[in-house]
């Protein structure tokens, strides 16, 4: 495995930061079977399987893939073809991942007036990984070829607002995006699965104020937090029909919406009493034409009592 990571701070040295990372790796596992005598010799290997994985960087792919995969006319030559088409096509060159960080937002006139921190974050990374096996009785094959490519996230925003009542108001936005395809060559079938998500966080806390009980002036910390996220998975799936030249999708699969909402009230009655009252709701609903997928809700609330004895 080979890695390397720098970051650079152009444009605005105290506030922008770019970090680099270009990861590569080639491994191999091979698998030798003996079968023994009746005294116990086991002599050459009767069988040997060897797989070889090799990963680099690649950069993201964008649109449909499918009309410029191969359309082999010989099965013969399918696997081989449809192999290179792919990473002749959709490979690019490699391309680091990186994160983006930039702070100090909050100074800009539309954010001082309610915000005292602000950052906005971005982050790519991709792999392409190569699987080869062999059998010891036939050329080495490409059994396998995956590419991976995503923003996490594809932008990111934290904010610490300006004190509220005394208490911390903060909140988090961030939008992910990937893309992951899997090439089996030489069964002629590519799966393309599409992800994406949708996240709000935020949380509103105030600390060392008293409430007089029992005659004690006790020290309490109260905590509200609440999330927000809807994440969308959409794999499709698609074979090639050799007698008809044609890339053909299977019926679609496994497609679904998933959609989380978690508010929670927390109160620490001093140091050795802690309340939390939570509820969380999740919904997983099909999308597109996905067959066997049932809309499932589930919801959840509780009330946690945390109790320390010194």
């Not at 590419?147 to 911390?168: Q, R, T, Y």
Request: proline share 5%.
């Amino acid at each position: 495995i080979w890695s390397f990571n720098t970051f650079i701070t152009p444009i605005f040295p105290n506030n922008l930061k770019i970090n680099f990372t270009y990861k590569t790796s080639n491994s191999s596992q091979k698998n030798l079977t003996f079968t023994s005598d009746a005294f116990g010799n086991t002599g050459n290997p009767n069988s040997t399987y060897e797989t070889k994985v090799l990963t680099r960087p690649s950069f993201f792919v964008s649109g449909d893939i499918i009309p410029k995969l191969a359309k082999p006319d010989s099965s013969a030559t399918q696997a081989k073809e449809i192999s290179e088409s792919f990473e002749n096509n959709f490979v690019k060159f490699p391309f680091p991942s990186w994160t983006l960080n930039l702070t100090g937002v909050e100074k800009f006139d539309l954010f001082t007036g309610f915000a005292s921190s602000m950052t906005i974050e971005s982050g790519y990374n991709s792999e392409y990984k190569k699987t080869l096996t062999l059998d010891g009785r036939s050329p080495e094959i490409i059994s396998n070829q995956s590419l991976s490519s995503g923003f996490s996230p594809l932008i990111g925003v934290n904010i610490n607002f300006k004190p509220i009542s005394e208490g911390n108001l903060t909140a988090a936005i961030k939008i992910n995006k990937g893309d992951n395809y899997n090439l089996e060559p030489s069964n002629g079938r590519i799966t393309n699965t599409a992800t994406s998500d949708f996240s709000i966080n935020a949380s509103y806390a105030k600390t060392g104020f008293k409430i007089p009980l029992f005659g004690l002036s006790l020290e309490n910390n109260f905590t509200v937090s609440f999330s927000y996220t809807v994440t969308k998975n959409e794999p499709l799936i698609y074979t090639y029909n050799s007698s008809t030249g044609i890339w053909e999708q299977v019926a679609q699969t496994g497609a679904t919406t998933t959609t989380t909402i978690n508010p929670s009230i927390q109160y620490n009655l001093s140091r050795s009493v802690v309340l939390q009252l939570f509820y969380k709701y999740n919904k997983i609903e099909p999308t597109g034409g996905t067959l066997g997928i049932t809309t499932r809700t589930s919801n959840e609330a509780g009330l946690n009592i945390k109790l320390q004895i010194q």
